[in-house]
Every structure is written in C-alpha cells, then in structure tokens.
C-alpha cells in the first residue's frame, strides 16, 4: 500500500530554519507531482508548494523566498527546506501526492518567538 512518511519537524525559535522529508513507498514516485500542505490550529488545511515531475515549483505567497520544495526521485523524497521561519508558520505539516488521496501522517512544526 502507499506510505508517505514525515519527518524532520519540530521546535525552532523565530528566524531559524528546519528541513522537512517526505518518503514514498508503494507509488511511482517519479511520475508524480508531490506537494507540502500545513494546517494550523483552527484553520484550514492550505497548501504550501508543489513540484512537478520536471522539477518545476510553485509556492504560496506565504512561502516565496523562503521555503524550497525539491525532490530526490533516486530516494524516493521530497523535502521542504524552510528558512527564515516565523510563529506564523506554526503548523502540521503533510505530504500530499498531487491528485490523489494519499497524505503523510504530518509533521508537527512549532516555532516559538
């Protein structure tokens, strides 16, 4: 079956910075566009990037300049590099393969000020 695992959440003051892993099993992880969703307390789920097969990237306005989604189709990863973090980036953080249901267990990122 298909597994998403997270890892690499966790407590980090304002301003610094975490790296996120997202390992797939059961899919062709290749062909697929792999995305970082987060949902904060209260709130709903949104999402924070997305890349494609060809390694092209989108991200939210809330993300830009300072989070990086890449991929490693060799391990099967993708990982969000985010940087410059603020209490407002505080959130669970999931794995969502592109176009399909399957979703990680999510990751708990907090950042205190």
């Known amino acids: 079956q298909v597994q998403l695992v997270e890892s690499g959440g966790g407590l980090v003051q304002a301003g610094g910075s975490l790296r996120l892993s997202c390992t797939a099993s059961g899919i062709s992880f290749s062909i697929n566009a792999m995305e970082w969703y987060r949902q904060a307390p209260g709130k709903q789920r949104e999402l924070v990037a997305r890349i494609t097969t060809s390694g092209r990237t989108i991200y939210a306005d809330s993300a830009k300049g300072r989070f990086t989604i890449s991929r490693d189709n060799a391990k099967n990863t993708v990982y969000l590099q985010m940087n410059n973090l603020d209490t407002e980036d505080t959130a669970v953080y999931y794995c969502?393969?592109?176009?399909?249901?399957?979703w990680g267990q999510g990751t708990q990122v907090t950042v205190s000020s």
């Open positions: 969502h393969v592109f176009l399909t249901g399957y």
